[in-house]
């Protein structure tokens, strides 16, 4: 839709722009306008697109969009350089930051859009959406070949667990166990690399959480988009160009604390906020949970004891209160083009009282570990789907 500044000033202009003889290429003009003055330049079809999830802009002539099926080239091309760089300062000052040479890279989500619904937008219909976009971007010297766009695009999700079996990122099983696990309050985490459908999951999972249920969603830039009624969001902040008034995830853990919770969701794990989360964990919050960048459900205890240590907790104090708080481990991978669940396991205690992960599911298979789980999932050892 166009916005109401523009048509005013298409109807202010109409003589210069023809719109008085080509209505339709006066309607180009505005939409070009808006994408230049409003939002994202040349990029904007491509974030417009309900399927696109990732835009990437590694040189001029080099743009690059996921849909779902792997990064692919499009025919999108910026002028120069100088073009490129222009839309990453615009964006990055349309959220409040600063970027330049003194301060080279930013990592902000961009103000709010509105635009056609993934659900709509193929059958014409009028419903819109609010678009949201975060936006990394970073200038030379620091990226010697010339100016990085990194855009991920947050919808609303619509991929529940029914859609993920449907679509084979899911076992029927796993949904099943999934939802269990939500159900019966258990705490866990989900893990795996970039792009693995971390985000994807979990926002489907915590739409299974009750509706009495409060959840405080703590996260550094919101991607965690649940369809649930009664979520309290809390988002950190970067120090300003001064250096001062920072607000950390760990700061957002202590004050979702306070806020009366019934379950706390860290949307990813990456720092001393690790320490919060487990002590949480171990204080009746039952049914927390978060994401944490793994590379295998074993590398899960090793991850949070760097974190935590780091934030001043010692290796034994991190393994106890992680074997004490936290319940399953739900590991995805992604295969070229294919996200799919890998695992579910769960936390164990080793001889010398570190913490360790017992596989318990996988595809078509039930482990070590799957006794452990049946209990924590309240299902009888011999279940089926």
Same mark, same amino acid.
């Given at each position: 839709?166009?916005?109401? *500044?523009?048509?005013?000033?298409?109807?202010?202009?109409?003589?210069?722009?023809?719109?008085?003889?080509?209505?339709?290429?006066?309607?180009?003009?505005? +939409?070009?306008?808006?994408?230049?003055?409003? #939002?994202?330049?040349?990029?904007?079809?491509? &974030?417009?697109?309900?399927?696109?999830?990732?835009?990437?802009?590694?040189?001029?002539?080099?743009?690059?969009?996921?849909? #779902?099926?792997?990064?692919?080239?499009?025919?999108?091309?910026?002028?120069?350089?100088?073009?490129?760089?222009?839309?990453?300062?615009?964006?990055?000052?349309?959220?409040?930051?600063?970027?330049?040479?003194?301060? %080279?890279?930013?990592?902000?989500? &961009?103000?709010?859009?509105?635009?056609?619904?993934?659900?709509?937008?193929?059958?014409?219909? !009028?419903?819109?959406?609010?678009?949201?976009?975060?936006?990394?971007?970073?200038?030379?010297?620091? =990226?010697?070949?010339?100016?990085?766009?990194?855009?991920?695009?947050?919808?609303?999700?619509?991929?529940?667990?029914?859609?993920?079996?449907?679509?084979?990122?899911?076992?029927?099983?796993?949904?099943?166990?999934?939802?269990?696990?939500?159900?019966?309050? *258990?705490?866990?985490?989900?893990?795996? $690399?970039?792009?693995?459908?971390?985000? /994807?999951?979990? =926002?489907?999972?915590?739409?299974?959480?009750?509706?009495?249920?409060?959840?405080?969603?703590?996260?550094?830039? $919101?991607?965690?988009?649940?369809?649930?009624?009664?979520?309290?969001?809390?988002?950190?902040? %970067?120090?300003? @160009?001064?250096?001062?008034?920072?607000?950390?995830?760990?700061?957002?853990?202590?004050?979702?604390?306070?806020?009366?919770?019934?379950?706390?969701?860290?949307?990813?794990?990456?720092?001393?906020?690790? @320490?919060?989360?487990? !002590?949480?964990?171990?204080?009746?919050?039952?049914?927390?949970? $978060?994401?944490?960048?793994?590379?295998?459900?074993?590398?899960?205890?090793?991850?949070?004891?760097?974190?935590?240590?780091?934030? #001043?907790?010692?290796?034994?104090?991190?393994?106890?209160?992680?074997?004490?708080?936290?319940?399953?481990?739900?590991?995805?991978?992604?295969?070229?083009?294919?996200?799919?669940?890998?695992?579910?396991? @769960?936390?164990?205690?080793?001889?010398?009282?570190?913490?360790?992960?017992?596989?318990?599911?996988?595809?078509?298979?039930?482990? +070590?570990?799957?006794?452990?789980?049946?209990?924590?999932?309240?299902?009888? %050892?011999?279940? /089926?789907?």
């Amino acid at each position: 839709m166009v916005d109401h *500044r523009v048509a005013a000033v298409l109807r202010t202009e109409s003589v210069l722009l023809g719109t008085a003889t080509d209505p339709e290429a006066a309607l180009g003009t505005a +939409s070009a306008v808006q994408a230049e003055l409003l #939002g994202a330049g040349p990029l904007e079809p491509l &974030l417009a697109d309900p399927r696109v999830s990732d835009v990437l802009v590694n040189a001029p002539d080099d743009v690059l969009v996921d849909r #779902g099926a792997g990064l692919v080239r499009t025919e999108v091309a910026f002028r120069d350089e100088a073009d490129v760089r222009r839309l990453a300062v615009r964006l990055a000052a349309s959220a409040g930051r600063r970027l330049d040479d003194a301060s %080279p890279w930013v990592d902000v989500r &961009l103000p709010e859009r509105t635009s056609p619904s993934a659900a709509t937008a193929y059958a014409g219909a !009028s419903r819109s959406e609010v678009r949201r976009v975060r936006l990394h971007a970073v200038l030379p010297p620091v =990226a010697p070949r010339g100016t990085h766009l990194s855009l991920r695009v947050l919808r609303q999700q619509e991929r529940d667990l029914e859609w993920l079996v449907a679509h084979g990122g899911l076992p029927a099983e796993a949904a099943e166990l999934l939802s269990r696990l939500v159900a019966v309050r *258990r705490s866990f985490v989900v893990t795996g $690399g970039t792009g693995s459908g971390k985000t /994807t999951l979990l =926002a489907a999972l915590l739409s299974l959480v009750p509706p009495d249920q409060r959840v405080l969603l703590v996260e550094d830039t $919101g991607e965690l988009l649940p369809r649930h009624p009664h979520v309290v969001r809390l988002e950190g902040r %970067p120090a300003n @160009v001064e250096g001062v008034g920072e607000i950390t995830l760990r700061d957002l853990v202590r004050q979702a604390l306070r806020m009366r919770p019934d379950r706390i969701v860290v949307g990813e794990v990456r720092g001393g906020e690790v @320490v919060e989360l487990l !002590s949480a964990l171990n204080t009746g919050h039952e049914g927390s949970c $978060g994401t944490l960048h793994a590379r295998s459900p074993d590398a899960v205890p090793a991850r949070v004891e760097a974190l935590a240590t780091a934030a #001043g907790l010692d290796r034994m104090a991190a393994h106890s209160q992680l074997a004490a708080g936290l319940d399953a481990v739900v590991h995805l991978e992604r295969h070229a083009s294919a996200r799919r669940l890998a695992a579910i396991a @769960v936390l164990a205690r080793s001889a010398d009282g570190s913490c360790r992960v017992e596989p318990g599911w996988e595809p078509g298979r039930r482990l +070590s570990g799957w006794p452990q789980l049946a209990r924590l999932l309240e299902l009888p %050892p011999d279940w /089926t789907a």
